[in-house]
């Protein structure tokens, strides 16, 4: 959640920042857009948030078995 960009709540101009995803993780899907991610990272813009489903890669080896 980035709750920067509401100056006039008190929270300052908007910034934008990177969440990095954790080692393990080899995909993750965005449940609010269906939007599949890849990346190391996910670009949170002020004022949204962003809900992971994240993909473990020992998960992702025990599926395809």
Known sequence: ???SGAPERGSGHGTTYELELPDDVSMATDLMT???VSDESVTVS???TRILKLEIEEESK???N
Do not use: I, L
């Open 1 to 3: 959640m980035n709750t």
């Open 34 to 36: 269906g939007e599949r």
């Open 46 to 48: 002020p004022r949204s």
């Open 62 to 64: 025990e599926e395809s």
